[in-house]
């Protein structure tokens, strides 16, 4: 069964730091990983998407990189700015006929002017 | 605009009483999928759907229902609903598993 951590469950930075948020899964046969951020009482948005044969994806200010033989992914966020506060979620779908979708906990995001 | 849209937003019911929350999406999306997301849990799959009238079970399909009779609509039917049901649902599609999903606002659910 596939499993999907992200550490740290929380983060607090000042604002214009660079930081990176970790998530990891346990069974390295899957077919992409997406990363999201939620705000607050609101849906998920979509950030980055990296097919399981790529190794980062950018997107302005953002990179997620994967290494699927470790079962790790990393969303780096350069020069943070405080409406980047919000829950980070990384979510792995599963490889092979299957199209299930596993999310991470999230990390809480809170960056401070 | 592309979007997903969910009806309703909110909504306060009774342990029995059935109900149906709606789903839509404008893009021709393939793939659609719900998700119930609770407090400590994180966000867990209920069912999903691969194309018209091809559904499958998620991580945790006991208690609901879907159906897809057309390719924009996915609905998710709470037959007897209980109170463990009670959660933040939403509902994503895509348009085909390569891609990435797209979420709706969520319908936040209380069964008393």
């Known amino acids: 069964k596939q499993e999907v951590t992200q550490i740290p469950a929380a983060l607090s930075v000042p604002e214009g730091e660079n930081l990176v948020l970790n998530c990891s899964f346990t069974?390295?046969?899957?077919?992409?990983l997406q990363w999201f951020r939620q705000d607050p009482g609101k849906g998920l948005t979509s950030l980055l998407l990296i097919q399981s044969s790529q190794r980062e994806q950018t997107s302005g200010r953002l990179n997620a990189s994967l290494d699927k033989s470790s079962g790790r992914s990393t969303l780096y966020i350069a020069a943070s700015q405080p409406g980047d506060s919000a829950t980070y979620l990384c979510a792995v779908r599963r490889g092979g006929s299957n199209y299930k979708l596993t999310f991470g906990k999230g990390t809480l995001l809170t960056v401070n002017p | 605009e592309a979007q997903v849209t969910q009806n309703p937003r909110y909504l306060i019911t009774v342990t029995g009483k059935k109900l149906t929350v709606t789903c839509s999406q404008n893009?021709?999306?393939?793939?659609m999928s719900w998700y119930r997301q609770d407090p400590g849990l994180g966000l867990r799959q209920i069912y999903y759907s691969m194309n018209v009238e091809v559904t499958d079970k998620g991580d945790v399909p006991e208690g609901y229902k879907v159906s897809r009779k057309e390719k924009r609509n996915f609905p998710l039917i709470l037959e007897s609903p209980s109170p463990n049901q009670t959660s933040l649902y939403f509902c994503?599609?895509?348009?085909?598993?390569?891609?990435?999903?797209?979420f709706g606002p969520g319908t936040r659910l209380t069964v008393t």
């Open positions: 893009m021709n999306h393939e793939y």
């Open positions: 994503a599609s895509s348009l085909s598993r390569n891609y990435e999903q797209y």
């Open positions: 069974d390295s046969a899957i077919y992409n």
